[in-house]
């Protein structure tokens, strides 16, 4: 394979393995260095030129310079892994305590209770796996934020309640870590508990159960003359359904028109909603609820 084959596919980076591999040698890969065809971007990692530098290509040059030895971890595979974290300029990576990573930019974390499972793979780099990740970050995170990514992980189906709290009674104190936040989370998120499809469905979902109320149906359809319309919170035995103002995000006018819609054809069938809003505190939300079950 070409080396400007097997750059194209990994991000335009050039390791010196894969570069030996397709018949370069040492003097040719300096001398693509001297006259521009490629540029150096950590020790033996090359990119060719016209490659743009994207986080994910010093993500990955990061993983070829480590080694297999080493996987991507904390913030940095919580990214990896789709959970949305934009963290600081540092890339942080995870090993045996054997091993030594120093690289600018670069966090070493030393683990000698790395299972099997712990490490998957994404886009060809090796990170920790979506559970490892959330017990590795559960002593840097907020209660708050460390729920966020939990559910994050069983809305994308990367993580069970069940593997988590398995994993959690048996785990031991390190550093990094806090076993009571996530005990705490856990204890949030009783058997049946769906994260829905946002943090606010989430969280109300959280409420409903901590309250002791009437637990609601999530993502509910309904269809109406010919329409079928989807509702996140409902009870339907009831025809009461809940309206969260910041499920989701409006990009566009229409957006606005079709949940306008939606209300008045659900309204005129009958139906009573119920407006919650995120900057509503907890105490708010459950007696708005518990009083809208007390009178439909």
Known sequence: MRPEQWAERHDGLLPKEAAAKSGLSRGQRARRRANGRSRPVRRGVDAVAGAPQTWMQQVRAVALTCGPRVAVALSTAARLLGAGFVDDDVI???????????????????STTLEPGDLVKRYGIQCTSP???????????SLDALGKLVDHFLRSRQVTLEALRERVDRLRPAAGRSIKRLRAVLAARIPGY????????????????REGLERSTQQHRVRLDGHRY???????????????????????????????????????????????????????????????????
């Not at 942080?92 to 030393?110: D, E, F, K, M, N």
């Not at 769906?194 to 159960?209: F, K, M, Q, T």
């Not at 229409?254 to 819609?261: E, G």
């Not at 009958?270 to 007390?294: C, V």
């Open 194 to 209: 769906d994260p829905g499809e946002s943090d606010l469905e989430a969280r109300i979902a959280r409420i409903i159960d």
């Open 131 to 141: 559970l490892r990740t959330v017990i590795d970050m559960s002593g840097a995170l």
């Open 92 to 110: 942080h990576v995870i090993g045996p305590p054997s091993r030594l990573v120093r690289l600018a930019g670069v966090t070493y974390h030393r």
């Open 230 to 296: 989807r509702i996140d919170l409902a009870w339907p035995n009831r025809k009461l359904y809940l309206e969260g103002n910041g499920f989701g995000f409006h990009r566009l006018s229409s957006d606005l028109d079709k949940d306008a819609v939606r209300q008045n054809a659900l309204v005129l069938d009958g139906w009573t909603p119920i407006e919650i809003t995120w900057r509503m505190p907890d105490s708010l939300i459950a007696d708005t609820i518990r009083r809208f079950l007390a009178r439909v």
